[in-house]
């Protein structure tokens, strides 16, 4: 199966976030190579751009299918939120793990990227105000 279709299917399994980061390791290292071939080159950057963004429209999903049946209940952080810090936790041990040359393996990346979004997002007492204000310049 093509990387990315695998990658959006990760999610369909009952521990979604469990597959999804177990699919990403697995096929980054399975094409390490060509990993490591792009790396530092001017298609490197275009190539991991549209990954994260990949990335972050399969982790909305599983957000969101997370979300499924729980109207009644209103999480403190906003869902976007939610998802940027997931997408981005997972694409910056990835792409560390790319540029230290896969010093750990497949399940430890997994395991390690899984225990830092469950902690992450179970962070639920944390209060963040509606009304965000602009950033001073």
């Known amino acids: 199966k093509p990387f ?3 990658l959006f299917s990760a999610g369909s399994e009952t521990n979604s976030f469990a597959n999804f980061t177990q699919t990403l390791f697995g096929h ?3 094409n390490r190579a060509l990993a490591r071939a ?7 950057a275009l190539i991991m751009g ?3 963004n990949l990335i972050v429209v399969e982790v909305r999903k599983l957000i969101a299918e997370r979300s499924t049946g729980k109207a009644h209940q209103t999480h403190p ?8 810090f997931v997408a981005g ?3 910056s041990l990835m792409t560390w793990w790319i540029d230290h040359d896969f010093p750990y393996s497949v399940q430890e990346m997994s395991e390690a990227c899984q225990q830092f979004i469950t902690s992450g997002l179970a962070a639920g007492s944390i209060q963040i105000p509606h009304t965000a204000s602009r ?3």
């Open 38 to 44: 792009f790396s530092g080159s001017s298609s490197f």
């Open 50 to 52: 549209h990954l994260r």
């Open 135 to 137: 950033p001073r310049s």
């Open 4 to 6: 990315f279709g695998t």
């Open 28 to 30: 980054i290292f399975q």
């Open 77 to 84: 952080i906003p869902e976007e939120l939610r998802v940027q």
């Open 89 to 91: 936790a997972s694409f």
